[in-house]
Nanobody, 120 residues
Framework: VQLQASGGGLVQPGGSMRLSCVAF????????MRWYRQAPEKLRDLVAT???????NYADSVKGRFTISRDNAKNTVYLQMNSLAPEDTAVYYC???????????????WGQGTQVTVSS
């Protein structure tokens, strides 16, 4: 299984950006999908989670500004980021729990990360 993230770049404070992450290769189903981020010299933090049924959860620091969503038919998760601030600057990673067969175990996979820089 591979997770391929896209959509990062440079944005001004107060701006918006949308990240995408598509999973492919040997997938029967995907349970939870997540976005994490890691700022320089800091630990990787969980930003948002979405279940296969669409239930979402967010870190306090992004509530009301970020929205996670998914398209199950496309095995894709999105992160819409609004009102971006310099402290949102980080490498953003997608993450997913994947079943390879019906009723099989879930395996956890990471994408390669995409840089988001918020600066004027």
């Amino acid at each position: 299984v591979q997770l391929q993230a896209s959509g990062g770049g440079l944005v001004q404070p107060g701006g918006s950006m949308r990240l995408s992450c598509v999973a492919f290769g040997g997938i029967f189903s995907i349970d939870r999908m997540r976005w994490y981020r890691q700022a320089p010299e800091k630990l990787r933090d969980l930003v948002a989670t979405v279940t296969s049924g669409g239930v979402t959860n967010y870190a306090d620091s992004v509530k009301g500004r970020f929205t996670i969503s998914r398209d199950n038919a496309k095995n894709t998760v999105y992160l819409q980021m609004n009102s971006l601030a310099p402290e949102d600057t980080a490498v953003y990673y997608c993450n997913a729990d994947v079943a390879h067969v019906s009723g099989g175990m879930l395996y956890n996979y990471w994408g390669q990360g995409t840089q988001v820089t918020v600066s004027s």
